[in-house]
């Protein structure tokens, strides 16, 4: 019996963690769950799962929830933080999304834990440092995000050094085919609409300026260990091949299965093994098709701006992705327009200093700046 905890356990990897748990239920059981807001959400899931220990960020709603329920209800960043310390568990899945999920990622690592990772920020702003740790510490790195676990079970077997390249595939999202001109007008209900995965609103407005990409190149050179020239991005709209690996040889790796994120978290859980999952229906004939593009970096260019952030090293990809984090939300509240993303975090970049080799302190201090910063930008 493995024992989890979850962190951010009612957006939308959260509650596809919960159903892959559910379906597993003799091998899995969940100790720690944690919310940012949505105790709502949560109060039905600690009834079934009756955990050990709750965090929820927001602390008047941890005050609220602790009147309706028996187990330990910690609150506010320091929370989730002592959460990921000291609750019994023995896989944490970070569903988290932002910057936030940072920390208490950071604990579960230094107790050498198997961290499931869903939370694609941790990497991107604290990449070196992060994955310097979990060799330090024995944490076993596990990747939740559809491509990564495509790249990782692509490379079961294999030695990196074989690797010549790495290829992402995208979506493309749901402006794929929009002219760049027309990008001004595009409006929230748009960009949230995306054409093959069904997920939360920041990931959504990310992979519509196909920032979310940009994240995942970044992600994949720490997990991977591979230089930025390595990583190449292709679309593919059907969202099936969920990334590749090209080795020196010429041979190519990959993992298809229709797209379902359960898939990834389940092998996450059970890795080196497999478990049976109900939930893929595979049926290669109704596909169809396959097809792949090269991207459009001078129409998505928050692409091209986090390649140039990962060549830039240091705390450029913190940067872009603070940045990102305000200038998706002013998006969402209807501040800006959807082609101002991109100014937003080029301005940052512009303004706030790159640290080379930042500390984890460089990195927090790094991180208010440019929200700061971006806040105030229109
Ligand atoms: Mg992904």
Redesign the pocket.
Known sequence: MKKIAILGSTGSIGFSSVDVIRNLEHDFKITALTVNTKIELLLPQIKEFNPEVVAVRDRAKAAELRKLVDCTVLEGDEGLIELAATADYDIFIGAMVGFSGLAPTLEAIKRGKRIALAN?ETLVVAGELVTQLCEKYGAELLPV????SAVFQSLSSEQSSNIKKIILTASGGPFFKVDKNEFNSITVEQALNHPT?KMGAK?SID?ATMM??GL?VIEAKWLFNVACSQIEVVIHPQSVI?SMVEFIDGSVKAQLSVPDMKLPIQYALTYPGRMPANFVNNNFPKIGTLTFFEPDMSKFECLGLAFESLKTGGTAPCIINAANEIAVEKFLNKQISFSRIPGIIKDCLNKIENHKTPCLETIFETDRLTRELALGLT
């Open positions: 694609k995000d559809s491509e990564h995965w990931i992979s979310n990409k995942e969920h």
